[in-house]
C-alpha cells in the first residue's frame, strides 16, 4: 500500500555548462574477438577494472553472446570469458548470454554478475554467475528453473545484484514470478536462490505495488532494500520501494500523481538503482517525464516516501543539458554526477552532469564533441559512471569509437567505449585529450 504521494516539488532552472570540457578515451571496442557493447564497470581490489559487453566475444549468437573483461587504468583490455561457446545458440548456453548490467566483486574476491537470457536446460531466463579474477567462471543459477503453467514463477531477466551485510546477495528479475511481472530475490553465494517477492501482489490489473523492475536493489543504511519498479503503482508509471530482508515490500512513491495534459512533471518509468546519501535521503533518475515533456528527471525521496524532483531534463534550447538520463547516479566529492544517454551540445551523443540538490546541474561533457554524428569517436550514449580510487571517474558508451564496425539500419557505428573524466573544486575537466594504449 502508498504510504506516500507527494506533490513533486519541480525545479526548472537552467543547467550550466562550462566551456572546452575534455576527457580520455581509455579504450575503443571492436577488435575481432573482443565483446561489443560495455556495461557498467566495477573496479577490483587490484585495481583493474572488470565490466561485461552485451554482444560480441567468440559465442554462438549471431554477433556473439557477449563477453566479461578486464582492463587496467592504462586501457590494456583481456577478454576473461565469451558467454555461450559451448552449445547451439539459443537452445544449449548453460552459462547464460547477453549480460545487460555490469559486475560486482564481492567479500570472497570473486565477481559476481548475471545474464540476460540462457541458462540451464535450454530456458531463456537468465543466470546468476561468479568469475575468477583469472577467469574461471561458475554459473550458480539458471532462472525459469521453476515453471507453472507456463510462468518462470523463480522469476526471468535478473537485473544486477547487491551483497548484503550478511553475505547473500539481492537482486531483482523484470519479469516471471508468480503474476509474470518480476521478482525479488535472495541467493546465497554458493548459488541457492530464494524468491522474496512478486511484482503485482497487489491490483493485478494494474500492479499497484509496482512491475516490472529494471534495476537492481540497494541495501541502505537502515538495513532494507530500496529499489525502482519502471512500471505500475497507483498511476502506472513506476515506482519507488522498500523491501525488508525477510520480503515485506512498502511502494514509498508512485510516479505521477498530478499528471497535466498527459505530462509526468514529477518523472516516469525509472529504469535505474538507486543511491543512498550521507544525509540519508536517496537520488535516482526517470527515463521519461518531467516539467518539460519526456526528457527524464532527478529526483531525491526520503526514506519515508517524500520526492522532489531536483531537474527536469531539457530545460535548455535543443536539450542542450541532455536527456534520458537512464543510468545509476554516483556520489562523489560532495556532489551528484550522472549521464545522459542522449542530446547534449552535439545534438547526440548524451552528456556527463553534475547536481547538487540546492542547484540546477552542470554539464560536464557533451558526447559526439570528436566527429560528426553517427562516427562519434569520443563515444556516444554513456552508462553508468563510477569513482575510482584515484578520485576520477569512469564510464563506458554502449556505441560510438574509433572503430566504426558495428550496423545499425544500414549506418556503421562505433561499438562502444571505455572513458576517464578527472574532476577538479570547480567543476572542469582536466583530463588530456589523449587516447591511451588498448585503442
Same mark, same amino acid.
Given at each position: 500500500?502508498?504510504?506516500?504521494?507527494?506533490?513533486?516539488?519541480?525545479?526548472?532552472?537552467?543547467?550550466?555548462?562550462?566551456?572546452?570540457? !575534455?576527457?580520455? !578515451?581509455?579504450?575503443?571496442? =571492436?577488435?575481432? %574477438?573482443? %565483446? @561489443?557493447?560495455?556495461?557498467?564497470?566495477?573496479?577490483?581490489?587490484?585495481?583493474?577494472?572488470?565490466?561485461?559487453?552485451?554482444?560480441?566475444?567468440?559465442? #554462438?549468437?549471431?554477433?556473439?553472446?557477449?563477453?566479461?573483461?578486464?582492463?587496467?587504468?592504462?586501457?590494456? @583490455?583481456?577478454?576473461?570469458?565469451?558467454?555461450?561457446?559451448?552449445g547451439e545458440f539459443p537452445e544449449t548456453c548453460p552459462d547464460g548470454y547477453y549480460p545487460v548490467v555490469g559486475l560486482l566483486q564481492a567479500a570472497n574476491g570473486?565477481?559476481?554478475?548475471?545474464?540476460?537470457?540462457?541458462?540451464?536446460?535450454?530456458?531463456?531466463?537468465?543466470?546468476?554467475?561468479?568469475?575468477?579474477?583469472?577467469?574461471?567462471?561458475?554459473?550458480?543459477?539458471?532462472?525459469?528453473?521453476?515453471?507453472?503453467?507456463?510462468?518462470?514463477?523463480?522469476? @526471468?531477466?535478473?537485473?544486477?545484484?547487491?551483497?548484503?551485510?550478511?553475505?547473500?546477495?539481492?537482486?531483482?528479475?523484470?519479469?516471471?514470478?508468480?503474476?509474470?511481472?518480476?521478482?525479488?530475490?535472495?541467493?546465497? &553465494?554458493?548459488?541457492?536462490?530464494?524468491?522474496?517477492?512478486?511484482?503485482?501482489?497487489?491490483?493485478?490489473?494494474?500492479?499497484?505495488? %509496482?512491475?516490472?523492475?529494471?534495476?537492481?536493489?540497494?541495501?541502505?543504511?537502515?538495513?532494507?532494500?530500496?529499489? !525502482?519498479?519502471?512500471?505500475?503503482?497507483?498511476?502506472?508509471?513506476?515506482?519507488?520501494?522498500?523491501?525488508?530482508?525477510?520480503?515485506?515490500?512498502?511502494?514509498?512513491?508512485?510516479?505521477? &500523481?498530478?499528471?497535466?495534459?498527459?505530462?509526468?512533471?514529477?518523472?516516469?518509468?525509472?529504469?535505474?538503482?538507486?543511491?543512498? #546519501?550521507?544525509?540519508?535521503?536517496?537520488?535516482?533518475?526517470?527515463?521519461?517525464?518531467?516539467?518539460?515533456?519526456?526528457?527524464g528527471t532527478v529526483f531525491q525521496i526520503t526514506p519515508s516516501g517524500v520526492l522532489t524532483t531536483l531537474y527536469s531534463f531539457c530545460s535548455e534550447t535543443d536539450?542542450?543539458?541532455?536527456?534520458?538520463?537512464? @543510468?545509476?547516479?554516483?556520489?562523489?566529492?560532495?556532489?551528484?554526477?550522472?549521464?545522459?544517454?542522449?542530446?547534449?551540445?552535439?545534438?547526440?551523443?548524451?552528456?556527463?552532469?553534475?547536481?547538487?540538490?540546492?542547484?540546477? &546541474?552542470?554539464?560536464?561533457?557533451?558526447?559526439?564533441?570528436?566527429?560528426?554524428?553517427?562516427?562519434?569517436?569520443?563515444?556516444?550514449?554513456?552508462?553508468?559512471l563510477i569513482q575510482a580510487a584515484n578520485g576520477d571517474f569512469y564510464g563506458t558508451t554502449f556505441s560510438g569509437g574509433a572503430n566504426q564496425i558495428c550496423t545499425?539500419?544500414?549506418?556503421?557505428?562505433?561499438?562502444?567505449?571505455?572513458?576517464?573524466?578527472?574532476?577538479?573544486?570547480?567543476?572542469?575537466?582536466?583530463?588530456?585529450?589523449?587516447?591511451?594504449? =588498448?585503442?
Open positions: 500500500m502508498t504510504r506516500m504521494v507527494s506533490a513533486a516539488a519541480v525545479v526548472v532552472a537552467t543547467a550550466m555548462a562550462l566551456p572546452a570540457q !575534455t576527457l580520455t !578515451t581509455v579504450h575503443s571496442f =571492436g577488435r575481432r %574477438g573482443q %565483446g @561489443l557493447r560495455p556495461n557498467k564497470l566495477v573496479q577490483a581490489t587490484d585495481g583493474n577494472f572488470y565490466g561485461t559487453t552485451y554482444v560480441g566475444g567468440v559465442g #554462438a549468437c549471431p554477433r556473439g553472446c557477449g563477453t566479461v573483461f578486464k582492463i587496467t587504468p592504462g586501457g590494456s @583490455l583481456k577478454t576473461l570469458y565469451s558467454f555461450c561457446t559451448q570473486d565477481i559476481y554478475g548475471t545474464t540476460s537470457q540462457g541458462g540451464a536446460n535450454g530456458s531463456a531466463g537468465g543466470t546468476v554467475f561468479k568469475i575468477t579474477p583469472a577467469g574461471k567462471l561458475t554459473t550458480l543459477y539458471g532462472f525459469c528453473s521453476q515453471v507453472i503453467d507456463a510462468v518462470c514463477t523463480d522469476g @526471468l531477466g535478473p537485473q544486477g545484484l547487491v551483497q548484503a551485510t550478511g553475505g547473500d546477495f539481492f537482486g531483482t528479475t523484470q519479469d516471471g514470478g508468480a503474476y509474470n511481472r518480476g521478482t525479488a530475490f535472495k541467493i546465497t &553465494p554458493d548459488g541457492k536462490l530464494t524468491r522474496l517477492y512478486s511484482f503485482c501482489s497487489q491490483g493485478h490489473a494494474n500492479c499497484t505495488d %509496482g512491475a516490472a523492475p529494471e534495476a537492481a536493489v540497494i541495501q541502505a543504511a537502515d538495513g532494507d532494500f530500496y529499489g !525502482t519498479t519502471n512500471s505500475g503503482g497507483a498511476y502506472g508509471q513506476g515506482t519507488v520501494f522498500s523491501i525488508t530482508p525477510s520480503g515485506k515490500l512498502t511502494t514509498l512513491y508512485s510516479f505521477c &500523481p498530478q499528471a497535466i495534459a498527459d505530462v509526468c512533471p514529477d518523472g516516469q518509468y525509472p529504469e535505474t538503482s538507486l543511491v543512498q #546519501a550521507a544525509n540519508g535521503d536517496f537520488y535516482g533518475t526517470t527515463f521519461y517525464g518531467g516539467a518539460n515533456g519526456n526528457y536539450c542542450t543539458d541532455g536527456a534520458d538520463p537512464a @543510468l545509476w547516479l554516483v556520489l562523489g566529492n560532495g556532489e551528484i554526477y550522472g549521464t545522459t544517454g542522449d542530446y547534449g551540445a552535439n545534438g547526440q551523443g548524451g552528456t556527463i552532469f553534475k547536481i547538487t540538490p540546492a542547484g540546477p &546541474p552542470i554539464t560536464l561533457y557533451s558526447f559526439c564533441s570528436q566527429g560528426v554524428y553517427p562516427a562519434c569517436t569520443d563515444g556516444e550514449g554513456p552508462g553508468s545499425e539500419n544500414k549506418y556503421k557505428y562505433g561499438c562502444g567505449t571505455i572513458f576517464s573524466l578527472s574532476p577538479s573544486p570547480d567543476g572542469a575537466v582536466r583530463a588530456p585529450a589523449t587516447t591511451l594504449a =588498448g585503442q
